[in-house]
């Protein structure tokens, strides 16, 4: 189709240098091949991430395992090897953390499931669900209260919305549904089951372009009540779909005719009114988009800035998204499509992406930083100057941060404790650092030890990564200061280099 192409031009230009957001880690999960295609996230039981993605050279689908929530140690898994399979992933996890993905057998264009026997998927079950005609493109999958897979997906010769519900946890049965055979439908379908397991279809009608959502009477799916969300010129592209506490539908989109990324937030369960907010109205943005609800219902959507060639994410501060944050995760170029965003209990956003200029699987995770600036490192003189540094947080917080300060017997500090909430986060705090003058005989130049604790609600920043600014090391919350002894004649050494903490990252 047209937009296809369009997108794959937008691509053509990526360059190979990049850097990353100071409070962002990044991961490169898997290098080798042609890897990152149709990338899906889940976050395991202990909060570790889990991949599902195609790997373009080898043809496969493969699933990158995280051995820890910080993704220090990963493991790469080839699930289906069987001839050109695994575009289209998406992935859940059962009620043991075993993978299930749902995907596309390309060179045969059916609609399989994979089914992993363990949180390794050292073994999995492969199935063909489907294998009338040229389906299984567009699928999104989750698990009903029985464990059993359900699957939106596409037949793209008809132009048919199908929905496919497995009758048990391995889908040794399967029943398949024409959910929405109307027009052109079914394409970038995104798929939520709420608390009876209706399945809730967001979808882009290509012959009306519009955004639509198909609604299941019931588990079945043996009809739907299908409506149109937004029917503003060309709109629905890359939906992500989510229900709020009250199924409510959510869902991001683009809207291609201003190349903006849109939002449509139903006001009632059966969507009888809608209110659409434009979220990021930069052009040519809004492409591959993954939502998430945060535990007051506020959306977070991760996203692919198709003209700067990034990775954004665009956070709502309320559900109705009065007010709206945006973000560069990663400056790119040639990075940031097929964007799948997940969001652990710490409200910190995890989000895997592909890097088209060296064709990798990424992995982008907020770190709560903390910024120890000190200038020229810190000095203070018994009965004599003193110095000062700022603390500086590297992103909002969600909950506020209390910040106390304690020193040995050689300094103090001014203030000893302070804090930081969403409102001025951004606002350094200013430490005053003065040398205690005592009448001991000491080196000319000795240090002093201070030492930064956190609490809050926000459990990342109870323990923040904490940098001095131009060091890469996570300090563990300690900063050195150098006292200069007035007990015997000192030689001053302002341009002492500071000691630095090893590296505890």
Not at 123 to 141: C, E, K, M, W
């Amino acid at each position: 189709m047209k937009r296809l192409i369009v997108f794959l031009v937008l691509l053509a230009a990526a360059l190979t240098t990049r850097e990353a957001h100071a409070a962002y880690r990044i991961i490169r999960l898997d290098t080798t091949g042609d890897a990152g295609w149709f990338s899906s996230i889940a976050l395991d039981s202990a909060n570790r991430p889990v991949v599902s993605y195609f790997d373009d050279a080898t043809d496969d689908l493969r699933v990158a395992i995280c051995a820890t929530p910080r993704c220090n140690y990963w493991r790469v898994v080839p699930v289906d090897t069987a001839g050109s399979v695994g575009d289209y992933t998406a992935l859940t996890l059962d009620a043991n953390d075993h993978p299930v993905i749902s995907y596309r057998a390309a060179f045969d264009s059916d609609l399989k499931v994979a089914i992993c026997g363990d949180p390794l998927c050292s073994t999995a079950t492969l199935r063909t669900l489907d294998s009338n005609g040229f389906v299984g493109a567009h699928t999104d999958i989750a698990l009903d209260s029985g464990g059993n897979p359900v699957i939106s997906y596409a037949d793209t010769l008809n132009g048919i919305l199908k929905v496919a519900i497995c009758g048990d946890p391995t889908c040794a049965t399967v029943t398949i549904q024409l959910v929405d055979d109307t027009g052109f439908s079914g394409l970038y379908t995104s798929l939520a089951l709420d608390a009876a397991d209706r399945p809730t279809i967001s979808y882009y009608d290509e012959a009306t372009r519009d955004l639509r959502l198909a609604r299941c009477t019931d588990a079945l799916c043996t009809a739907a009540t299908l409506i149109t969300l937004d029917d503003t010129d060309e709109v629905g592209l890359y939906t992500s779909l989510a229900l709020d506490a009250d199924n409510h539908p959510v869902v991001s989109y683009l809207d291609l005719t201003n190349t903006t990324l849109d939002l449509a937030r139903c006001d009632d369960a059966t969507c009888t009114t809608v209110a659409l907010t434009t979220l990021d109205p930069t052009p040519v943005v809004g492409l591959d988009t993954s939502l998430v609800l945060d535990p007051d219902g506020s959306p977070a959507v991760s996203y692919f800035d198709a003209d700067g060639q990034t990775l954004r994410l665009a956070v709502c501060a309320d559900p109705d998204c009065d007010t709206i944050s945006i973000e560069t995760l990663d400056d790119g170029p040639g990075v940031g499509s097929y964007t799948s965003i997940a969001l652990p209990p710490s409200g910190d956003p995890v989000i895997s992406y592909r890097d088209f200029a060296n064709g990798d699987l990424l992995l982008v995770r907020a770190i709560a930083e903390i910024r120890l600036v000190t200038g020229d490192g810190l000095q203070a003189e018994e009965g004599g100057s003193t110095d000062s540094y700022a603390v500086a947080f590297e992103y909002a917080p969600q909950q506020p941060v209390r910040v106390t300060l304690s020193t040995d017997e050689e300094c103090t500090v001014s203030p000893t404790a302070f804090t930081r909430s969403r409102t001025d986060w951004q606002t350094p705090e200013t430490i005053t650092v003065a040398a205690v003058d005592d009448a001991i005989v000491e080196d000319p130049l000795h240090d002093c030890v201070i030492t930064h604790t956190f609490s809050s609600g926000h459990a990342a920043f109870a323990n923040p990564m904490v940098r001095v600014a131009g060091r890469p090391f996570d300090t563990g919350g300690l900063l050195l200061a150098t006292i200069v002894d007035d007990d015997i004649a000192p030689t001053r050494l302002r341009d002492r280099p500071p000691v630095w903490l090893p590296d505890q990252w």
